[in-house]
């Protein structure tokens, strides 16, 4: 069975561009999360998606966005990149009302210059 | 504001002795906790995890012990192994939120 798949792996953008990430959940998953590890830092809570919708936002500005597709595939938006949106973004999959597991994917590394 | 906090980000351990691995949190309206697993260039792997209600959890080589008293885990491996050096993700979730916060990881060493 294929896991969370996540592309592209590396992404370089310049200040003020925009990044878009995508993920692939698992078969059968209809919640997507995504998480940013900066350097140094815990992973952080940005977005979760379940059948399309918004369910919960982290503490991050307007213009970190996403949408779920219908067929449960994700993409995140990072607008007007800022230096520090350099990190880690991890996506995660899991079926809603489990006991929480969370299945991850290898990760986006996005590198603003 | 960090609910959930790791205050060890790395520890070394000998072959074949016990690694304890603390995590502390201060929301107490947590009732599930989990422990993940992050080896470089991956994705985090779900590892263990204890519900509120429990105070061990015990899976092989590890185990994950809760203290809500003290809303404190830990989580013990032993025999520790080569394999187990990783970075370890403690995370904490309210009941009806699917939302995880997580720590900021603990980098494991098991020296041969």
């Known amino acids: 069975e294929a896991g969370v798949t996540q592309s592209p792996t590396h992404l370089i953008k310049t200040r003020g561009q925009q990044a878009t990430l995508r993920c692939s959940p698992i078969s059968g998953h209809t919640s997507v999360y995504w998480y940013q590890q900066a350097l140094g830092l815990g992973l952080q809570f940005l977005l979760w998606?379940?059948?399309?919708?918004?369910?919960n936002r982290g503490n991050f500005p307007p213009r970190f966005s996403g949408r779920q597709f219908p067929n449960y595939s994700s993409e995140l938006n990072v607008n007007a990149l800022e230096l520090e949106d350099s990190a880690l973004y991890l996506c995660?999959?899991?079926?809603?009302?489990?006991?929480?597991?969370?299945?991850f994917g290898e990760g986006s590394r996005l590198t603003v210059l | 504001d960090q609910q959930v906090k790791q205050n060890s980000p790395s520890l070394s351990v000998q072959e074949g002795r016990i690694s304890i691995l603390n995590c502390d949190y201060t929301?107490?309206?947590?009732?599930?906790f989990l422990w993940y697993k992050k080896y470089p260039a991956e994705g985090p792997t779900f590892l263990i995890s204890?519900?509120?209600?429990?105070d061990k959890n015990e899976d092989g080589r590890f185990t994950v012990f809760l203290n809500k008293s003290a809303k404190h885990l830990s989580l013990h491996i032993v025999p520790s192994q080569p394999g187990d050096s990783a970075v370890y993700f403690c995370a904490a979730r309210v009941f009806g939120n699917e939302k995880l916060t997580f720590g900021t990881g603990t980098r494991l060493t098991i020296i041969p």
């Open positions: 929301n107490s309206m947590f009732d599930y």
């Open positions: 204890i519900s509120s209600i429990k």
């Open positions: 998606y379940d059948e399309g919708e918004e369910r």
């Open positions: 995660a999959s899991s079926f809603l009302r489990n006991t929480g597991e969370l299945f």
